[in-house]
């Protein structure tokens, strides 16, 4: 067992046992893959609504302490979130019901970015997989796949992160970013028996998926999908960590999310 195996194991165990010490947590260095949600946050065009974050209370009270306190509006699929199964399959996992551990795991980075850089209608295929596991070994049942397509550098530029900067229906034609192609998604759920798939764009789909069948597969077998995930680039190939902890929106179809890595040191 490698050392960033060790460290992770070490982690899972001193949250369920509280004689274990968590200063075992400083063997991993984290990453946080989490776009904050504000004004800029970038929404599929048919959620004309942006993020909004209302005060409600700001200030030194009559009794001479300060206290603040907003509420805030967003809808569920944006930003860096995750999609439930229910999202694109029926009776399957709502976002409170997703158990804990499928938001877990190790995980890998594939990297395609060469290729989708050069193509904004790129779509992962198999091969990409297979390349990488020439470079890295066979990937493990149960693990999170990231796929790094490059876009995530051009958050939250709307134009440049979709292809278009139209709100509305009409921005729906003119969508143009990389997705994972169905049959690679489906290779990976009967090959490689994977926990879940995140990526650097708005959509699993690529922008002018009319069916989404990538969402239909991976969300089908009751997996989740994480979308607009970011500082990919900022980890390595293998040997990660990550905890995807979603807003647990009652009956949600997705939610906010708020994704880190651990990487060994």
Known sequence: MKNWQIACLMLLASCTHQKTPLNTIDQLKWVDLTYSFDSTTIYWPNNVKPFEHYKEMEGITSLGYFYSSYSFFTPEHGG??????????????????????????????????????????????VDDILNWEKANGTISDNTIILFRTGYGKFYPNRKETLGTEKIGPNAIPELHFPG??????????????????????????YGQSKDFKTHQILLGANKVGFENVANLDQLPAKNIFVIALPMKIGKGTGAPLHIVAGVAN
């Not at 999609?83 to 009776?91: C, L, M, R, T, V």
Request: hydrophobic share 40%; no cysteine; glycine share 2%.
């Open 80 to 125: 860096t979130h995750l999609d439930a199964p229910i999202h694109f399959s029926a009776n399957k996992y709502t976002v409170d019901e997703i158990p804990l551990e499928n938001l877990k795991g190790n995980a890998v980075v594939i990297d395609v970015s060469e290729k989708a850089l050069a193509n904004r209608d790129y779509q992962v295929q």
């Open 180 to 205: 994972v192609h169905p049959y690679a998604t489906e290779w990976l759920l009967k090959n490689r028996k994977i926990k879940a798939i995140g990526l650097d764009t708005p959509s699993m789909d």
